[in-house]
Nanobody, 117 residues
């Protein structure tokens, strides 16, 4: 029984920062790749950033230089640090993990990020 619980979303002004957290339970976080996705109303869900089990990171072009993905395996937690936020970053942000061997995946419930003045 795997569960991902996200937190850290909210309302922020353009140029501001938020840090999202994703806490996994029921499985060993360290043997999963982690990704953050986002979905704005009426749009497809899109990949924001990934961090592999070995720590290698990748970012979508639209967040490169502004967002940082990280993980703390001892806390079973993934993070997305979001800086220099723009109104177009407004979306529901979802945590996603994938088992490195079985490729089984799990989704978090999503957390709302709203960037507005």
């Amino acid at each position: 029984q795997v569960q991902l619980v996200e937190s850290g979303g909210g309302l922020v002004q353009p140029g501001g920062s938020l840090r999202l957290s994703c806490v996994a339970s029921g499985t060993l976080f360290s043997i999963h790749h982690v990704a953050w996705y986002r979905q704005a109303p009426g749009k497809q869900r899109e990949l924001v950033a990934t961090i592999r089990s070995n720590g290698k990171t990748n970012y979508a072009d639209f967040v490169k230089g502004r967002f940082t993905i990280s993980r703390d395996n001892a806390k079973n937690t993934g993070y997305l640090q979001m800086d220099s936020l723009k109104p177009e970053d407004t979306a529901v942000y979802y945590c996603h993990i994938e088992h490195i061997v079985t490729q089984r995946t799990y989704w978090g419930q999503g957390t709302q990020v709203t960037v507005s003045s």
